[in-house]
């Protein structure tokens, strides 16, 4: 073991010895379950909104396609768009490659490399929510009218195993690994649910504003468990408001920014540093958080949402990227 | 709802673990099936339940083999214990100390003096045509002499009531983690009837292996690791297992280096160096550079730094040559030889295909013995002659005949029954035994053991790959 203290701090952080390939493991198995129940979430919020449009709207299941960035795939695969599909593709595909059921079977995958780095009761979370996702498909839930209890258990199973994570694995360099790739995929999907609102149609231009656009402004709170939290923060629900807030927030724990807090927060606890950065991993996280904590809602309005966050996406993507690089490339430490 | 009934169980003429013939309960197992008995049907499946999902959510599986992606299936657990009186195991315990001692002189004498060749009680062409025979390890020192420090013996009862050892595992043995959480799931579902019959506990056994390894170890602390295929591989759960339980690494080849004739894993923090080595890897795949070419799961130029002492490999490499199947009916001769002792614990009968009589014997009988192939495991590679057909024997008479060194056969033993849960009734099956032997400064065998169970009706193959399962092993003590 590798002792290092933190400047101006009594606390010693242990640095166990770790893998790469198993940090690696920790980082994706934390993603995936984040990716899961991200999904799980949408699709539920979604449903919810498709029992309360007004009679003259029809159900709008693409934007949430869209959202998770995978619209190509659905569309050489299906030549159709409706409720029944689009959970089937998002929860249950096979060739999909981030829907529940294979974000999952990943999570387990990684999960059954490091087993021994995870305790028990990690491992018996991840097989309860695999054993679920697995009696999902042959039940074939996405045919059911009301298919919200099944995603309501992928919710909470992902949930708790967070949980049962925190409370029983020490923090040592793999828990900091872990809570990195959740909190990258955590940002990478409140960007992407805010973004589409970009693609959710209003019936005229002047409905912005109508309690239809009120009733979409909702659901995407909600699609990011952030309803509660913003109106008891912001009380008023406004498009700039809701954008502030899930960008630049810097206290609720899904918001670009604070996501990106932690995950920088980590990244030096992993290597022993507090300010600056040390390799390019933490150069790319660090500019990528200032960007936000010095953002200004104006002026992203200003320049426009859609574009900034599609920026923010690519950006997070190379930071997910330099992360590999430095920690997790075989060729990198052997070096 | 009915209670458990045992008057109309029926023990077929077979050696039966619980009853004797006439339905008379053996003492050792009087305790439990009184219990049993007090149980309804409705309790005794649910229990049954219980332990299915407690080994799914355990992620107690494994893969099947040519079944690469994906099909993950759990060796299924027979609540109903199979329970070895204090008298039978001190038996057993004693006679495999005997045979891996002396299994384990005669490894190291293959490979160093060749006494054992010299003086003719083994021919030497048996040795060198062995397929698990490593040239490689010839002049090899392995710390204290030790070169199988890891074993689990295939041990059978046959109608007789007598014990015999079926096959030495001295490579790399699996099912050990199976003792380990079948008596962690069976003490949740049966646990007034613990605590009143005396069951020897097993749950030290990660602690041993662990003290085992340090033991070896050129450097103190030592920092130990398993080394395993991966998760496809069918034993992938145990390997994880083991080494969270002895709080070792878990690695691949490809996290592994050689520098400066020293093993490193590679880690987030750079290099670290590695002392001992619990391999789950066959001996072909632990270095292309020295074994097979072509293997991916090893390490290039393990072999050297294990060879200048700077690595321990447990087991030691080519281990393999004493469990041969051939050299098997050797064995013996091999205690006689080495300890001057009587074999304890006995052979089964054994023709060795290789030599001419035997062969004879074996092609004019194909029909009632068991024939096996020297070098595989697993329930591969064998014909059961009861159970083949014309063409089946008349196949396999043609491969002995190609390559004789490498078959052997033996007569067809019924394996011992013990009582086991089936759709709606309780009926006997076969089962074996594999207790696991460390052996590293003193040897230490754990009082308990895989029992598999063939849950097929009147099957005798055993093996998880072909309809097996398996049984929680107590040993009471006293």
Known sequence: MVEAKIPGSWITEIHEIMLSRVADSIYWMNRYLERAENYARFLDVNFNLSLELPPNISEEWKPLVLTTGDWKMYDTLYDKIDKEYVIYFLAFDQNNPNSIYNSIIKARENARAIRPEITKEVWEQINYIYYLVKEGHSKKQWQRSDPRNFFTEIKKG??????????????????????????????????????VKYHMLLPTPEAVGSPFDLLQWTALLKSVSAYDMYRKTNGKLTPIGISEFLILDKVFPRSMLRCLMHAENSLYKITGGSVGYSNIAEKKIGILKSQLEYGDINEIFHSGLHEYLDDFQVKLNEVSKAIFDTFFSIENVKK | MAK???????????????????????????????????????????????????????????????????????????????IISKQDWEYLEKGLRQRIEALNIFINDIYNDQKIIRDKIIPEELIFSSSTFRGQCIGLNPPQNIWCHISGTDIIRGDDGSFYVLEDNLRC?????????????????????????????????????????????????????????????????????????????LVEGRDLVIKDDFVFMITTNGLQRVDVIYRRVDDDFIDPNVFRGDSMLGVPGLFEVYKKGNVVLANAPGTGVADDKAVYAYIPRIIKYYLGEEMILPNVQTYICAEKNDLDFVLDHMHELVIKQTDASGGYGMLIGPKSTKKEQEDFKEKIKNNPRNYIA?????????????????????????????????????????????????????????????????????
């Open chain 1, 158 to 195: 992902c949930q708790l195993l967070h949980g049962i994570f925190d409370a029983t694995i020490s923090r040592t360099d793999g828990w900091h690994f872990g809570k990195i790739g959740q909190l990258i995929e955590r940002a990478d999907k409140t960007s992407r649910v805010l973004d």
């Open chain 2, 4 to 82: 458990i009934d045992f008057t109309t169980y029926d023990t077929n003429g077979f050696y039966d673990e619980m009853v004797e013939m006439d339905g008379k309960v053996r003492p050792h197992y009087a305790l439990f099936r009184e219990r049993l008995q007090k149980m309804d049907w409705k309790k005794l499946n649910f229990l049954q339940y219980s332990t299915d999902r407690a080994q799914l959510s355990l992620g107690m599986t494994f893969n099947v083999y040519g079944d690469n992606q994906g099909i993950e299936r759990i060796l299924h657990l027979d609540i109903i214990p199979r």
């Open chain 2, 173 to 249: 043995p699996s099912g050990v983690s199976y003792m380990l959480e079948n008596r962690e799931i069976l003490k949740r579902t049966f646990p007034e009837i613990f605590e009143n019959l005396h069951v020897r506990p097993v749950y030290n056994y990660s602690h041993h292996l662990r003290d085992m390894m340090e033991s070896l170890a050129p450097v103190s602390p030592a920092s130990i690791a398993v080394l395993t295929p991966g998760i496809y591989n069918s034993a992938y759960f145990e390997h994880a297992y083991l080494a969270q339980q002895m709080g070792a690494e």
């Open chain 2, 410 to 478: 033996q007569p067809t033993i019924n394996l011992s029954r013990v009582p086991t849960l089936t759709e709606n009734s309780i009926e006997g099956r076969h089962v074996d035994l594999r207790p696991y032997v460390l052996y590293g400064k003193e040897i230490n065998i754990i009082p308990g053991a895989l029992t598999r169970v063939a849950l097929k009706k009147d099957s005798l193959v055993v093996n998880s790959s072909q309809g097996g399962g398996s049984k929680d092993t107590w040993v009471l003590d006293n």
